[in-house]
């Protein structure tokens, strides 16, 4: 069974900086793109950044140059560098992987998601 746990948001002040991360346990062969949504009350997810096996990265226009997304192959781990916090980023973000199991099926899975709160 393949898990994905994030960890690391929290209450942030305006400016601020926090970093999420997203470990996948379990058992599969690879994971191809890793990736950070986030959820606004009564919306629906939207995408904040992705990145590809080949590190190729993609973001949503409202976080360039703010937010960093990397991955660490060896520890089955991503991250989501977020600098220059605004209060609008308030939000439940949830890591997301498309991960290639034993099988050898790419099966699409979410992490729990957690709050990041930006208020001073």
């Known amino acids: 069974q393949v898990q994905l746990v994030e960890s690391g948001g929290g209450l942030a002040q305006p400016g601020g900086s926090l970093r999420l991360s997203c470990a996948a346990s379990?058992?599969?062969?690879?994971?191809?793109?890793m990736a950070w949504y986030r959820q606004f009350p009564g919306k629906q997810r939207e995408l904040v950044a992705a990145?590809?096996?080949?590190?190729?990265?993609n973001y949503a226009d409202s976080v360039k140059g703010r937010f960093t997304i990397s991955r660490d192959d060896a520890k089955n781990t991503w991250y989501l560098q977020m600098n220059s916090l605004k209060p609008e980023d308030t939000a439940v973000y949830y890591c997301n992987a498309e991960i290639v199991t034993i099988t050898y099926y790419k099966l699409n899975y979410w992490g729990k998601g957690t709050l990041v709160t930006v208020s001073s």
């Open positions: 990145i590809t096996s080949g590190f190729s990265t």
């Open positions: 379990g058992s599969f062969r690879s994971i191809n793109a």
